[in-house]
């Protein structure tokens, strides 16, 4: 189940999973199961995923309500 929208908004963007890995100070494979939807960022990062971006912390939550 995708909860993030993480890899699509970077997409947008231009940007690349390795600058947000380096901008978090986190490794790419953290950064990776993020985009991937693995792993879950914690609320705190991603508050910061959505300041770096340059969006709505809600932009980055799927809504998955039919």
């Known amino acids: 189940m995708k909860?993030?929208?993480i890899k699509e908004?970077?997409?947008e963007k231009g940007l690349t999973q390795v600058w947000l890995a380096g901008e978090l100070d986190k490794s790419f494979k953290m950064v990776n199961a993020y985009a991937c939807n693995?792993?879950?960022?914690s609320l705190e990062t991603l508050f910061?995923?959505?300041e770096l971006l340059q969006v709505n912390v809600k932009d980055l939550i799927v809504d998955n309500k039919p």
């Not at 693995?38 to 960022?41: C, D, E, N, S």
Request: aromatic letters at 0%; a positive charge.
């Open 9 to 11: 908004v970077l997409q």
């Open 38 to 41: 693995r792993k879950q960022p």
């Open 3 to 5: 909860m993030n929208r």
């Open 48 to 50: 910061r995923i959505a």
